[in-house]
Nanobody, 117 residues
Framework: QVQLVESGGGLVQPGGSLRLSCVVSGTIISFYAMGWYRQAPGKQRELVADITNTGSTMYADFVKGRFTISADNAKNAVYLQMNSLKPDDTAVYYC???????????WGQGTQVTVSS
């Protein structure tokens, strides 16, 4: 049995930084990609960034130049370094793992990020 465990959310002032972590609890054999979605109150869930098992990255336009996604394949973990945070970044951030062998797609429980002065 496996699950994704998220951490690193919290309250930060505009212009500040935060790093989110997502770690696989349990053992997996392989996966295609991991990344992050986010959902603000009353808004639709949107893709933020992802990274494949070969290291290719993709970013939404609204975070390019500010956020950096990275992965540690040995630990089956993914990280999201968020810099120059804006109030519009306030949302619940959900980690995902795509095409995990024998499990399919997995989702974390979500972690709250609040950007406010």
């Amino acid at each position: 049995q496996v699950q994704l465990v998220e951490s690193g959310g919290g309250l930060v002032q505009p212009g500040g930084s935060l790093r989110l972590s997502c770690v696989v609890s349990g053992t997996i054999i392989s996966f295609y990609a991991m990344g992050w979605y986010r959902q603000a109150p009353g808004k639709q869930r949107e893709l933020v960034a992802d990274i494949t098992n070969t290291g290719s990255t993709m970013y939404a336009d609204f975070v390019k130049g500010r956020f950096t996604i990275s992965a540690d394949n040995a630990k089956n973990a993914v990280y999201l370094q968020m810099n120059s945070l804006k109030p519009d970044d306030t949302a619940v951030y959900y980690c995902f793992a795509e095409k995990v062998l024998y499990y399919g797609d997995l989702w974390g429980q979500g972690t709250q990020v609040t950007v406010s002065s």
